[in-house]
């Protein structure tokens, strides 16, 4: 437990009547807030607001109460930790003879939300000391030596974040594990690592079209100093740590905006790895080992690795149902719909028809509208895929309207509005599909998952294309592909490859349209994107005829007929033939 904070018996700190007035008006501008008074009193006895004897420096106090007075009442608190945070580094280069060193520990301590040992400790202060060596050789030689002398300093740092009470004991009895005060974490969430500090882990399962909340470290650097912390904890085999900081800073759906997919993939596996080679039923408990199966196969989904993802998910189905064995839950409902959309990517459509209804069934007892929502969704894509345009509309009408009515969940509603955006286009609906699409977008952008906007970009590179508007439709396309680059979503970078394939098509040039359909088949056949397969040779059969190569263009194109059919992917079967009719090299198509 952490200790209890005493009263403050406000007589202790009153020691000139001179001084009562500035001190009553900061004790009430905290509302008497118990951890506010606590700091207040250390600041007054230990944060250099005394001088020698009774006197104290009125400045010091005359400059928080302006702060103060000038911010809402639920702000008040966090800024007098903030003067805590900032006296206590001052404090610290007095100490240690470097600014920064407090400042950079508690931004790395406030990642654990369970008490961290001293050894723990120790890896973050060498972390944090590791980003201020120089490597420029000679002409920082005293520098580093600098440094090297502070590896031993790490107790001096963690004894002033204590006697300041910015860290506190888990066992006042003890001098054992250490834990960062709730309102001190969210401070550096905020203040520090630039996110927003009432997220915190939600302790289910997400999916790619989840609503639930995604925590996320923060800045870009934020990021980079949990990866770092992570990997310093897994070299030293403190897997518990490094798992509790993963689940607790990190999560699929939030990777885009600090890193990318490759860098997330394989921290996963690496703690991955060490779990299952030291995993013990003392240190992880169902749900923990339940998330980091989720979260591996959402990642491996996010990057594009299907065949991953399936492999990972399934194992998880599995543990899921041992969690929920003894009611239907939301584990397994989850869980189902992750092999659902799953299916779908592999090309494989009537599996993942039975999946969805599986789920549907599992979730009639949960009654859970978002679930039924998304659910729609992806039978709705499912019915698209297949060229039933009538249900799938329905379908998608069906799934907006409960994830509406569930609460307005923004990625299921920015991934079904642009599905229904790309339906709405192929049925020749342009201004409907142009709102939609449209609408997509802007609630990704809203809800700030690049992913989604990248998607969203790709979707209405096809819209301008479909009108003419070349110029606008490239901007597109070059926008999603630079970004599917750079968070590493390689599915998405497969679409927008075809779909400049068939940009090149629209312009006359077949040889660039040739090398973009390679360029996405390469990708597809590497990870098992079983309808990108399907387009790509469609995309490839259409290019070698442009270009005269008719026997290499009916073999593409009757392999894509033949896979496609397998598939159930039929409106793509139906692309195929009607392309084959033309040429004179099939039947003719209704």
Sequence with gaps: ??????????????????????????????????????????????????????????????????????????????????????????????LLGMPGLVTGLAQ????????????????????????????????????????????????????????????????????????????????????????????????????????????????????????????????????KAAFSVLRARTEANSVCRWSNFQEYLELLVRVMNLARSQITAADFSPDDVAWLYNELGLACCCHGDMPDAFAVWNQGLEISRQIDRRHPGAHTVQSLLHLGHTYVELGRLQLAEEMLHDAARHNRQLADLDFAGRIHGYLGLVAHLR????????????????????????????????????????????????????????????????????????????????????????????????????FRILRLEADVHSELARFALDVGDPHTALRRAECSLRISNRLGLGLRQTHGMVVLGIANLRLGEVAWGHACLDHAVTIGRSQGYLSRVLEAERVLWECGLGPKVP
């Design 108 to 239: 790395r301590l406030a990642s654990f939300m369970s008490p961290v040992s001293g050894e723990v400790i120790e890896l973050c202060w060498n972390d944090l000391l590791s980003t201020m060596t120089p490597n420029n050789g000679a002409a920082n030689q005293a520098e580093s030596s600098e440094i090297r002398r502070l590896r031993g300093r790490c107790k001096a740092i963690r004894g002033l974040l204590l006697d300041a009470h910015l860290l506190q004991q888990a066992d006042p009895d003890s001098n054992g594990p250490s834990i960062m005060h709730p309102l001190v974490r969210s401070f550096v969430f905020s203040r520090l690592h630039h996110a927003k500090s009432e997220q915190l882990p939600h302790f289910g399962l997400s999916g790619f079209t989840s609503g639930i909340a995604a925590v996320h470290p923060g800045s870009p650097e934020a990021g980079a100093m949990i990866v770092r912390v992570i990997r310093s904890l897994c070299k030293s085999d403190q897997t």
């Design 387 to 486: 060229g039933d345009r009538a249900a799938a509309d329905r379908q998608y009408d069906l799934s907006l309207q409960e994830i509406h009515d569930a609460g307005g969940n923004p990625r299921a509603r920015s991934v079904f509005c642009r599905y229904r955006g790309d339906l709405a286009l192929a049925t020749g609906d342009v201004q409907h599909a142009k709102e939609l699409i449209d609408q997509s977008h802007a609630i990704a952008e809203a809800a700030q998952f690049p992913d989604l906007v990248a998607f969203a970009r790709k979707s209405r590179g096809h819209l301008y294309r479909s009108g003419g508007d070349l110029g606008k439709a490239r901007a597109e396309y070059e926008f999603a592909l630079s970004e599917a680059r750079r």
């Design 1 to 94: 437990m952490i200790a209890r904070v005493t009263p403050l018996d406000s007589a202790s700190i009153k020691t000139s009547a001179g001084f009562n007035n500035l001190q009553d008006r900061l004790l009430t501008l905290v509302n008497g807030h118990p951890y506010a008074l606590q700091l207040v009193r250390w600041l007054v006895s230990n944060g250099g607001w005394k001088k020698a004897g009774s006197e104290y420096r009125v400045k010091p106090f005359r400059n928080l109460l302006s702060a103060l007075a000038l911010l809402p009442e639920a702000q008040r608190v966090s800024r007098v930790v903030q003067e805590a945070v900032q006296v206590c580094d001052r404090r610290g280069k007095v």
